[in-house]
């Protein structure tokens, strides 16, 4: 068994979790200092808000994840060339994003398509952090890239296709770095908490869950954004919850009206695709805003957040 | 063929569908007053924008249906008594709402489960109107009860599961009444826009379509809200939407959060279930709001229509 | 409340539902001649093997629906023309199809599609009838129709689509004819069987199932067969179970390896479209055999059966 | 770019696939021996029909996978000891399978589920090949386990939940060793087969295919079989393709009744999970036969591939 330690405000609570044989809760109640015992009847026991009732909250840069204020990430699908990312890195930043989103090592469908810049993707978000001030928020695709990417990268995501590898759970956790764990889109909310689970069971508890639509019988829509997942995840767990309506509609003329509904349902935050021209992109371009779309995007969501008295997200 | 004429701002659109054999698009060319002739790509006609551009919209007692502001329908799932449709008639009135929905015949899974009061429930809500002033919204589930509906109904509503009885889709349509039509659990977009043709066709334009959730492998909540519906129909059609968040999560906890995702992401109203007692409701208890829920969810609302620059829905 | 009889070769099963006051179990157990009083856990009463756990059948024409042999019905999508429906009757039945299906009201997604020859078709089955000895299976929309297709009909069918009409079930249910119930595309198991509670509790017993496919995220296929549901409804309910791989694979080269796999899985039974000329048929044809491809499709369902060890269909 | 060689019985194709130029066509025409240059419209190409007409096929132990005949491989969800592995080794050998199955590295959606022997597991399966004769197909779950478990393994199997992960595909890929390659829950066909093409890309074409049920809104059942899939693979592909009943399902109930289905619908052969003690398993009990349910399973599937024409499988 593997204990977890919480301090709250009111109390302080140790988890303890995994191992075969069952506890023995007569001596574990009469150990000093122990007030209860509480079984938790989730199968997922770190990320529920029976063992953490609070939400949880970890800093990023100039500002709080889970906080009272909305994190706003934003950035291209690929890191395409250094001029790209500088170009998007400095107008996003202007328009008021907290993090940079950029993929150095892609996960595609075809083995025929680009595949990413690899490190040399990596080197260049570095450089866009040092000119720019922002966190870098990229993915990594194996248990054997943690730690080159770590290396690089504030916070390591894991996509929506690897949201079961296993492996690569458990390699993020050991890292001890934040990740941005992705929904599957064929991932129930449960199973999506049993995935976090991994990362927190290696003592890593700086991880935010993304929503990013899920595979319906609807073709409308390259996605379906699962907004219910908001509350939904809101009630069961902790953590905090971004949304990323770039991948949950696939369709740029959506985003803006898709990000404004996760900020109202309650979202902690949002990841948005942003490319010079779209229509040049390497990938995703279909979904990419102009820097011009994501500034006016950013105005609406600020708008929103004040409406429903959720201080924008300002300097720690 | 038969012709459906729409007077817009700019031009008079004269729409030419059905009929087994092709148009003799040349004679029409040549006749005076044509300025163009459109093919309308899409399966559905009436209800595209190719055919009418500019947003439709209806008057529904004091507010537009598809105007600037936002309409707000609300009650309960059944009417169980006096007493109850009365007391919500009142409630819902005071918070704010446009209209009053409330089922008399209802479409249960079961037939042992509580069917509706029929007629009864019908006259009551007559009586709630003429108390309170309120449009009477409630559903209508054969083409033989449309006459004995409409003598009661302001709006005529096609649940979920008959959104594709086309023998009630066309009993509505002949009807001339304002039509709630409710997206299918696993219907399409399109589908949906199919089904609103029927009504369109037989020269009926009053319709307003409905997202209440469809049906996925998601079960953490009733059904999965599809907000990317509220921008997708937004630019396929011209026809006002609205959502109903009671349906489309199940769980009255997460009702105000998507009824603000929904206004948020564009909707033209929203359909809500309020009930005086939801514990003690005969269907739909689990996901009714309270009076004093609602009120507070109309709030709610209002600031976000405000912050999106859109008028509150005031009187004509 | 109210009683259904069932007399089983062991016992006779009285079944007891509706109502909202709890039955006296007390004063019913002291009742001279009651040996045991079972709830029934599931939704469904009448349907499920807990009331009645032999296999039900009933005699259709010159064979048994839910015996043990397969019962093949087959015919075009819809009744076009008397020498269309004629020549596919006399194909199958020399084939040896124990049904002819043909659709003379037809329910179509579009208002400007062909909608069915209504009465002429219904008379052109009768025709067919007289002059091949097959009993006739078409689709009744409406309640106000059930009495107009009864007249022509040996099965009412109930469409996908209106599988939760449930004033189009009860008025099915009241005509004591056999019916058909097609499963929606996004109907649950249970839904379907809460589906054929509402026919049964009309005291009608003469019901067989037709799985035809449901609506996933995959759309190499028009739909998803549901093959699970063949084992899982034999595990359930009484009721027969039968298959129609034409709708549940939208394409003619499935229907084929569907049908068998149906078989296989213990179906009572298939529904096939057949077509003289499929490219030209009004509705369906991509999906309908010709009648020699008919005609391959029985032989080899043959051959399954009998190495399954169930007899080919015989007279009775 | 690269080159993919196939000597078919009639003519050798060169695949020329990757490149982001295109290809100068008309030097290539002027070759000396080239016939045609056909483009491969289908987004995958080396597993396309149209690179390669005929049905692939390669050695396993002493059955062709993809040849005329059934394959048949049964074993345990996971090794869990040696007694056990042995046990059902010998058993389903008896029974007429034709390799053996068994988890060492297990992919489990909890972080403290039983996650498999490992290595231990490993070296259990060999000593059962060297006792009993039957090929080890094993999963491997990241890509730094390749080199060790295909060091034990006749064939490396991808579980659904990896189907996506590209560095796993590469590496496995790249080992040249058989894979079986499953379908995710949620990937169409299309992606199935797109993950398939990332093998091949590394000239590896040893590869069997695998349906094992998606995820749709039916929960009856754990998954739901897409039989449909058999048959659209065949059409698409020339990889053969398995199918798994005991996870498709999810219930050993109804595990004979989808095999046999499977196999009439023209599956190349299937993957049975046999325990046993089902009731005592670390994993999938609820859907592992017994040795004797799977000796009938084998016997009911020899009676229906000898009545479609197809050899049950014979020695080489």
């Known amino acids: 068994m593997r204990t977890h330690l919480y301090r709250g405000e009111e109390r302080i609570v140790i988890g303890v979790v995994g191992g075969a044989q069952r ?16 079984p938790i009847t989730r199968p997922y026991k770190l990320a529920s808000r029976e063992f953490i009732p609070e939400k949880s909250s970890f800093r990023l840069g100039e500002v709080r994840v889970g906080g009272p204020g909305l994190l706003i990430i934003a950035g291209p699908c690929s890191v395409e060339s250094r001029s790209q990312i500088l170009e998007v890195a400095q107008a996003v930043r202007e328009s ?23 490190q040399e993707g990596l080197e260049l978000l570095a450089e866009a952090r040092a000119l720019f001030g922002l966190p870098i928020v ?25 949201m079961q590898n296993f492996n690569l759970l458990n390699a993020a956790g050991a890292s001890q770095q934040p990740v941005l764990l992705k929904r ?35 073709n409308a829509t390259r996605n379906t954004t699962d907004i219910n997942a908001i509350p939904a995840l809101g009630s069961l767990t902790h953590l905090p919850v971004i949304l990323d309506p770039s991948h949950s509609t696939g369709e740029a003329g959506f985003v803006e009206a898709i990000a404004l509904a996760g900020v109202a349902a309650g979202a902690d935050g949002l990841i948005i695709e942003v490319h010079p021209k779209p229509k040049e992109a390497l990938s995703d371009g279909q979904q990419s805003l102009t820097p011009d779309q994501f500034a006016r995007l950013v105005r609406s969501v600020q708008a929103i957040a004040e409406a429903l008295g959720r201080a924008s997200q300002v300097s720690l």
Chains 1, 2, 3, 4 share one sequence.
């Not at 506890?23 to 509480?38: I, K, M, S, W, Y």
């Not at 993915?139 to 690897?162: C, H, K, S, Y």
């Open 23 to 38: 506890l023995n809760q007569e001596a574990v109640r009469q150990l000093p200092g122990v007030d209860r015992l509480v």
């Open 96 to 118: 008021g994003a907290h993090a940079l989103r950029g993929g150095a090592f892609k996960p595609r469908t075809s083995p025929y398509s680009f595949q990413g810049l690899g």
């Open 138 to 162: 990229t993915e990594v695709m194996a248990p054997e890239q943690v730690p080159l990417v770590a290396q690089f990268a504030d916070v390591l995501q894991i996509g929506a296709r690897n």
């Open 184 to 218: 599957g889109p064929s991932a129930t909310i449960e199973d999506l908490l049993m995935s976090a689970e991994y990362i927190l069971a290696q003592g890593n508890r700086r991880i935010m869950l993304c929503e990013r639509g899920i595979r319906t019988f609807e």
